[in-house]
C-alpha cells in the first residue's frame, strides 16, 4: 500500500507544471513588489508547480502559496517565509536553514530528511506532517503545532519547544536532547510514550516522567 502510495505521488509531482527561469523571475519580482504595496505586484502562487532542484535562498516569500507543490532538493537557505503556505507539498531533502517561518503552514507536507536548523519556526504549523529524519537542531519551535506529525528518527536537538504541541505524534527514536521543554504538550499513545523513555533524550523531562507514571499506574488500576 505504502510503495503504491510512493508511486502515485511520483507520478503526479513529474506531471506536475513547470515554469521557466523566466516565469520563475517574474514571479518573485512581482510578489517582492507586492510585499512593498508597489504597482504591478502580485502575491505568489506555486501551487502544484514543479520547482524541485530550484534556488529560492535569501528571498523574502512571505505569504507565498506552495501548497501541493513539488519542492524536493529546492534551496530556501536564509528565506523569510513567514505566513508562507506550504500545506501538502513535497520537502524532501529541501534546505530550509535559517529560514524565518513564523505562522507558516507545513500541514500534511512531507519534509522526509530535510533541514529547518538554526531556523525561527514560532506559531508554525505541522499538523500531520511527514518529518521522518527531518532535522530542526538549534531552532526556535515555540509555540508550533506537531500534533498527529510523524517526527520517528528527528532531530529536535537544542531547540525552544515551549508550549509546541506533539498530541498524538510519533516519536519514535526522536532526538530531545538540550531542548528547552517548558508546557510541552507530549501527551501521545502510550506505546509511543515508552519509546520515548527509552529512546529519547530530555534535559528537563521530571514533570512528563510523572504523566506516564500516571499513566501506567491508572492502566494497572484498569486492569
Given at each position: 500500500?505504502i510503495g503504491s502510495m510512493s ?118 504549523n505541522f499538523k500531520s506532517a511527514?518529518?521522518?529524519y527531518t532535522k530542526f537542531s ?86
Open positions: 500500500m508511486i502515485c505521488n511520483e507520478y503526479f509531482m513529474k506531471n506536475m507544471k513547470r515554469i521557466t527561469k523566466k516565469e520563475l523571475t517574474q514571479k518573485i519580482e512581482n510578489h517582492k513588489k507586492w510585499l512593498n504595496n508597489e504597482e504591478g505586484g502580485e502575491i505568489a502562487n506555486f501551487s502544484e508547480i514543479n520547482l524541485e532542484l530550484e534556488d529560492l535562498s535569501n528571498i523574502d516569500l512571505s505569504n507565498a502559496n506552495f501548497e501541493g507543490a513539488n519542492l524536493r532538493w529546492t534551496n530556501f537557505e536564509n528565506s523569510r517565509l513567514e505566513n508562507t503556505n506550504f500545506k501538502k507539498s513535497f520537502l524532501l531533502k529541501s534546505n530550509l536553514k535559517g529560514i524565518f517561518a513564523k505562522n507558516a503552514d507545513f500541514s500534511e507536507a512531507k519534509l522526509e530528511k530535510a533541514s529547518l536548523v538554526n531556523s525561527n519556526l514560532g506559531n508554525t511527514y518529518l521522518f538549534k531552532s526556535n519551535l515555540k509555540n508550533t503545532d506537531f500534533s498527529d506529525s510523524n517526527l520517528k528518527f528527528a532531530s529536535l536537538y537544542r531547540t525552544n519547544l515551549e508550549n509546541a504541541n506533539f498530541a498524538n505524534a510519533t516519536l519514535t527514536y526522536t532526538n530531545f536532547c538540550f531542548s528547552r521543554i517548558k508546557n510541552t504538550n507530549l501527551e501521545t499513545n502510550l506505546l509511543d510514550a515508552f519509546m520515548i523513555f527509552r529512546w529519547a533524550y530530555f534535559s528537563s523531562f521530571y514533570d512528563y516522567m510523572l504523566k506516564i507514571q500516571d499513566n501506567v499506574l491508572s492502566m494497572k488500576k484498569d486492569n
